[in-house]
């Protein structure tokens, strides 16, 4: 069982600079539940480090991680985290491979940037297109963050004990943020199309992919939904 993706995501999750940003990462929840996961996944860093000082020197045991993980798991649970966060989640720490499959994803992504740039038009609701559009924009200006500094100058009590965890690589989590954020084009779009969008938007939205996936490829298109 992967020891690192696991550790670093929730060290993440548990950060107070990055609670504007699960977004960026796919992970679309309302601030309380989201509140209580970094309060839980806290719990979990301090079972992770145990008596350590430093991160490298830690239990990297498999009975560790184990317990580590099922923390996590008991911790979703208790949260009540949508299935789509969950699954985010497990993807996340485990690199299991997504429901849908390569090209679905794609076409998913490039069926939405052809609306948006007006290249194609569809029957949707204001309100769904412009919740798109707020996603795309927000992607568009992830270079303009700059998560070393946000990780860096964070005053917290919490994000100076992350930081003093790994002392020769404080900024860890940032370069980790900076490198999933950048690989989640198609898993930000869909946090937000199923937590987001109302079911009803939802439905209608998901119609429109299948009606052009099928009317470019000659195939139906197979969402998660269908499996």
Do not use: H
Request: charge should be negative; include cysteine; proline fraction near 3%.
């Amino acid at each position: 069982m992967p020891s690192y993706e696991l550790d670093k995501l929730v060290m993440l999750l548990s950060a107070d600079w990055f609670f504007p940003y699960w977004d960026l990462i796919g992970i679309f929840t309302k601030d309380k539940r989201k509140s209580l996961l970094r309060e839980g996944c806290r719990e979990i860093v301090r079972q992770i480090m145990s008596t350590a000082t430093q991160y490298w020197g830690i239990n990297f045991s498999e009975a560790r991680v184990k317990e580590s993980r099922a923390m996590l798991d008991a911790l979703m649970k208790r949260c009540d985290l949508e299935e789509v966060n969950v699954n985010r989640i497990i993807g996340l720490i485990s690199k299991e491979d997504s429901l849908i499959d390569d090209g679905t994803r794609w076409l998913i992504v490039s069926m939405t940037e052809q609306l948006l740039d007006g290249s194609v038009t569809a029957p949707l609701g204001i309100a769904i297109t412009a919740g798109l559009r707020q996603v795309r924009d927000e992607r568009i200006n992830l270079d303009e963050i700059d998560f070393t500094k946000c990780c860096l100058n964070s005053a917290s009590t919490w994000d100076q004990y992350l930081r003093n965890a790994t002392p020769d690589l404080p900024a860890m989590l940032a370069y980790n943020l900076s490198a999933i954020a950048s690989d989640s084009k198609f898993e930000v779009l869909w946090g937000f199309i199923n937590v987001n969008l109302t079911a009803k938007q939802r439905y209608e939205l998901l119609s429109w992919y299948r009606s052009r996936g099928q009317s470019l490829t000659g195939e139906p298109l197979r969402l998660a939904q269908d499996a």
